[in-house]
């Protein structure tokens, strides 16, 4: 079997579905047989514009509408590239320029409640913006018929008429833009078969009995929602309810319900969503839930918090919750999704680590020392740990770069060779992905312990240092250069963190420029921010101008800096003795 | 900036400091909410409690456009009294 939809079409049941609860609780419902028929709708029309090998933009709200616009792109051999939904002047418009300038996106897929808003949005920057089409398309003469008279595009193609594509598993399946930043986007190349190898191993951790019903509310774009939930749904047979990422924000504990009311047997977030349930989800919320289907839970797409897992089971017991559902895992979108994770019925492994030989990037255990937990075993791909600056294998217990081979390692950075060559790394042992994390193995486990690579991640959530500083600098005219960065709380995670520069003679409006700073990049990014305003030259650059922001995290935390102008959230209040 | 209901001033207080796990008494009413760690997370969560306690329908940027507690409850006071005035 060498390719996705292959595979998919030989397994097609009508009795599993995927199930979509609108923020009204209203159910949509497709089955997969539906969603084939619908798709290969999709790919006839796609076909027919010529959009075989060529990219395809994918801005949809969360429901099915995108779901059988991906698969009418697989279906059609059209690469597909799922991004966020951009609101007028929000976040994610930029990042929308972006994504279509290196994609070379030939079209624009959304539904039909978002399709003049895009198009109006997309020939307002760039008159030569590939057209936008709404799919499934907007229905004419009443949108309560049952049959909806004929339209046009997409909605007039005959599924019939669709035969498969050639397709290999070299062949390219979608574009995952999860890494790189808005200015520098990263559209990693997942090939078919890398998807099939990587679901392979997810359905392996259910062991003998794969999952029945999977419930989540990750988003469609990000990579541990799109193959994490919706495509291994339909690769193992299950089926998948679904919310929208804001609506579990919102009320937690609608994600929990439908887990009760489905009988859902697995479910995947970031330990945001864990801790974000046992903070905001009421006793007497609690008191409805029955989570005793539940038997795989898998944690994973940033840093596992131990009190998280420790919290969560204690405060949903009652509900049926048991510990031994935790499948703790480890991956990142170049490696399809995941490279290692806990499997069923096992429950996590906690171990404790003196925190001096952390640092000395040596794993001590220490019956007092640091908790961590561990990301599963290394089975069905190679994985090894290396001194980042020799590159030299460590033994076990050595703390260096994770690094990862094997058929779940994506193909690339797509229009990118140099970045390519810089993170898949092809020598004589092999080809090799460097992940940037740092972690160890200890008796065959995976613990990760840190990360090389400047990306900080909030609530699962990938911030880019680079678009954080460049919002920075273009908040006040007083700011200059800026540095952000993450540090680490135990107990709250990571928080962001920005070195900024007064430009020289305009120190009596850094308090000012801290405010306009901070007001433009909470709102933009969502994420609290703490800023530390230094003076002109304060922040160092390598000779060739990169901007060394390990380094100044370095400096801030042994107190080598001398702030004109703190704030600080208050998880970092420690992190200036004398700050005000 | 007009006046706000002192209930409704209390009560955001209290939620506000609620969701960020602080005392309510260590939240100046006058300071950006987001000096204290405020989130979109926490921000949408915010909106619901305000949506469910007095059925007025807001945006999610509403604690981001009104930034301070004073702001926020000077800005809901007016939205319930122009509902009252409309009969609504």
Same mark, same amino acid.
């Given at each position: 079997?060498?390719?996705?939809?292959?595979?998919?079409?030989?397994? *097609?049941?009508?009795?599993?579905?995927?199930?979509?609860?609108?923020?009204?609780?209203?159910?949509?419902?497709?089955?997969?047989?539906?969603?084939? /028929?619908?798709?290969?709708?999709?790919?006839?029309?796609?076909?027919?514009?010529?959009?075989?090998?060529?990219p395809?933009?994918?801005?949809?709200?969360?429901?099915?509408?995108?779901?059988?616009?991906f698969?009418?792109?697989?279906?059609?051999?059209?690469?597909?590239?799922?991004?966020?939904?951009?609101?007028?002047?929000?976040?994610?418009?930029?990042?929308? /320029?972006?994504?279509?300038?290196?994609?070379?996106?030939?079209?624009?897929?959304?539904?039909?409640?978002h399709?003049?808003?895009?198009?109006?949005?997309?020939?307002?920057?760039?008159?030569?913006?590939?057209?936008?089409?709404?799919?499934?398309?907007?229905? /004419?003469?009443?949108?309560?018929?049952?049959?909806?008279?004929?339209?046009?595009?997409?909605?007039?193609?005959?599924?019939?008429?669709?035969?498969?594509?050639?397709?290999?598993?070299?062949?390219?399946?979608?574009?995952?833009?999860?890494?790189?930043?808005?200015?520098?986007?990263?559209g990693?190349?997942?090939?078919?078969?890398?998807?099939?190898?990587?679901?392979? *191993?997810?359905?392996?951790?259910?062991?003998?009995?794969?999952?029945?019903? #999977?419930?989540?509310?990750?988003?469609?774009?990000?990579?541990?929602?799109?193959?994490?939930?919706?495509?291994?749904?339909?690769?193992?047979?299950?089926?998948?309810?679904?919310?929208?990422?804001?609506?579990?924000?919102?009320?937690?504990?609608?994600?929990?319900?439908?887990?009760?009311?489905?009988?859902?047997?697995?479910?995947?977030?970031?330990?945001?969503?864990?801790?974000?349930?046992?903070?905001? #989800?009421?006793?007497?919320?609690?008191?409805?839930?029955?989570?005793?289907?539940?038997?795989?839970?898998?944690?994973?797409?940033?840093?596992?918090?131990?009190?998280?897992?420790?919290?969560?089971?204690?405060?949903?017991?009652?509900?049926?919750?048991?510990?031994?559902?935790?499948?703790?895992?480890?991956?990142?979108?170049?490696?399809?999704?995941?490279?290692?994770?806990?499997?069923?019925?096992?429950? !996590?492994?906690?171990?404790?680590?003196?925190?001096?030989?952390?640092?000395?990037?040596?794993?001590?255990?220490?019956?007092?020392?640091?908790?961590?937990?561990?990301?599963?075993?290394?089975?069905?791909?190679?994985?090894?740990i290396v @001194?980042?600056?020799?590159?030299?294998?460590?033994p076990?217990?050595?703390i260096?770069? #994770?690094?990862?081979?094997?058929?779940?390692?994506?193909?690339?950075?797509?229009?990118?060779? @140099?970045?390519?060559?810089?993170?898949?790394?092809?020598?004589?042992?092999?080809?090799?992905?460097?992940?940037?994390? *740092?972690g160890?193995?200890?008796?065959?486990?995976?613990?990760?312990?840190?990360?090389?690579?400047?990306?900080?991640?909030?609530?699962?959530?990938?911030?880019?240092?680079?678009?954080?500083?460049?919002?920075?600098?273009?908040?006040?005219?007083?700011?200059?250069?800026?540095v952000?960065?993450?540090?680490?709380?135990?107990?709250?995670?990571?928080?962001?963190?920005?070195?900024?520069?007064?430009?020289?003679?305009?120190?009596?409006?850094?308090?000012?420029?801290?405010?306009? #700073?901070?007001?433009?990049?909470?709102?933009?990014?969502?994420?609290?921010?703490?800023?530390?305003?230094?003076?002109?030259?304060?922040?160092?650059?390598?000779?060739?101008?990169?901007?060394?922001?390990?380094?100044?995290?370095?400096?801030?935390?042994?107190?080598?800096?001398?702030?004109?102008?703190?704030?600080?959230?208050?998880?970092?209040?420690? *992190?200036?003795?004398?700050?005000? | 900036? !007009?006046?706000?209901? !002192?209930?409704?001033?209390?009560?955001?207080?209290?939620?506000?400091?609620?969701?960020?796990?602080?005392?309510?008494?260590?939240?100046?009413?006058?300071?950006?909410?987001?000096?204290?760690?405020?989130?979109?997370?926490?921000?949408?969560?915010?909106?619901?409690?305000?949506?469910?306690?007095t059925?007025l329908?807001?945006?999610?940027t509403?604690?981001?456009?009104? !930034?301070?507690?004073?702001?926020?409850?000077?800005?809901?006071?007016?939205?319930?009294?122009?509902?009252?005035?409309?009969?609504?």
């Amino acid at each position: 079997m060498s390719d996705f939809v292959t595979y998919l079409r030989e397994r *097609l049941r009508d009795d599993r579905a995927f199930v979509f609860l609108r923020d009204d609780l209203e159910e949509e419902r497709l089955t997969f047989t539906e969603l084939d /028929r619908r798709a290969r709708a999709v790919a006839v029309w796609l076909t027919g514009l010529g959009m075989a090998d060529r990219p395809v933009l994918l801005l949809y709200p969360a429901g099915l509408d995108f779901t059988v616009a991906f698969l009418g792109c697989l279906y059609a051999r059209a690469l597909a590239v799922p991004a966020p939904l951009p609101q007028a002047g929000g976040q994610h418009a930029d990042r929308v /320029r972006a994504l279509l300038a290196d994609s070379g996106a030939a079209l624009v897929l959304t539904d039909a409640a978002h399709a003049s808003a895009l198009t109006e949005m997309a020939h307002a920057s760039e008159p030569a913006a590939p057209p936008v089409h709404a799919v499934p398309p907007i229905r /004419r003469g009443g949108a309560e018929a049952a049959d909806p008279p004929v339209r046009d595009g997409a909605g007039a193609a005959d599924p019939d008429a669709w035969s498969p594509p050639a397709m290999s598993g070299d062949t390219i399946a979608y574009l995952q833009y999860t890494s790189g930043s808005t200015s520098e986007p990263r559209g990693v190349e997942v090939s078919h078969r890398g998807l099939l190898h990587n679901l392979g *191993l997810f359905r392996e951790l259910a062991g003998a009995v794969p999952p029945r019903r #999977i419930a989540g509310w990750l988003p469609h774009y990000h990579d541990m929602g799109l193959v994490g939930l919706q495509l291994q749904a339909l690769h193992t047979g299950a089926d998948l309810v679904l919310m929208s990422p804001n609506a579990f924000v919102a009320r937690p504990v609608r994600w929990l319900e439908a887990i009760s009311r489905y009988r859902a047997d697995w479910t995947v977030a970031p330990d945001f969503g864990y801790s974000w349930c046992t903070r905001r #989800i009421t006793d007497a919320e609690c008191a409805g839930l029955d989570l005793s289907s539940l038997t795989m839970a898998l944690s994973g797409a940033e840093p596992i918090n131990p009190g998280t897992l420790d919290a969560f089971a204690r405060k949903f017991a009652p509900a049926g919750f048991r510990p031994t559902t935790w499948n703790p895992g480890y991956g990142l979108a170049e490696c399809t999704l995941m490279v290692t994770c806990t499997p069923r019925g096992l429950g !996590p492994t906690v171990r404790r680590f003196a925190p001096d030989g952390l640092e000395r990037r040596r794993a001590v255990p220490s019956a007092d020392g640091v908790p961590l937990v561990a990301c599963g075993s290394p089975t069905g791909l190679d994985l090894r740990i290396v @001194d980042p600056d020799t590159l030299a294998p460590l033994p076990d217990g050595g703390i260096g770069e #994770i690094q990862v081979a094997g058929p779940s390692v994506a193909a690339g950075y797509r229009g990118r060779p @140099d970045a390519t060559r810089a993170t898949f790394r092809t020598g004589d042992d092999g080809r090799w992905l460097r992940t940037g994390d *740092l972690g160890f193995l200890l008796d065959g486990r995976l613990y990760v312990t840190g990360r090389l690579k400047d990306v900080i991640i909030v609530r699962g959530r990938n911030l880019h240092p680079h678009d954080l500083e460049e919002a920075a600098r273009a908040a006040h005219p007083a700011s200059g250069r800026g540095v952000a960065f993450g540090v680490v709380r135990r107990g709250s995670g990571e928080h962001v963190v920005l070195v900024q520069e007064v430009r020289r003679g305009r120190e009596g409006h850094a308090g000012e420029m801290a405010d306009r #700073i901070l007001d433009r990049l909470t709102g933009r990014f969502g994420v609290p921010v703490s800023v530390v305003v230094v003076g002109h030259g304060e922040v160092r650059q390598t000779t060739s101008g990169k901007l060394r922001r390990r380094h100044m995290r370095d400096l801030l935390l042994r107190g080598g800096l001398t702030p004109v102008h703190t704030e600080l959230e208050p998880a970092l209040k420690d *992190l200036l003795p004398a700050s005000p | 900036m !007009p006046d706000s209901h !002192p209930d409704l001033h209390r009560w955001l207080t209290e939620k506000v400091a609620g969701h960020l796990g602080l005392p309510p008494a260590e939240l100046d009413p006058s300071a950006k909410l987001r000096r204290y760690g405020l989130d979109s997370a926490h921000a949408l969560s915010l909106c619901v409690d305000i949506e469910e306690a007095t059925g007025l329908l807001v945006e999610p940027t509403l604690p981001w456009d009104h !930034p301070t507690i004073d702001a926020l409850a000077a800005h809901l006071t007016e939205l319930l009294r122009i509902r009252e005035r409309g009969g609504g």
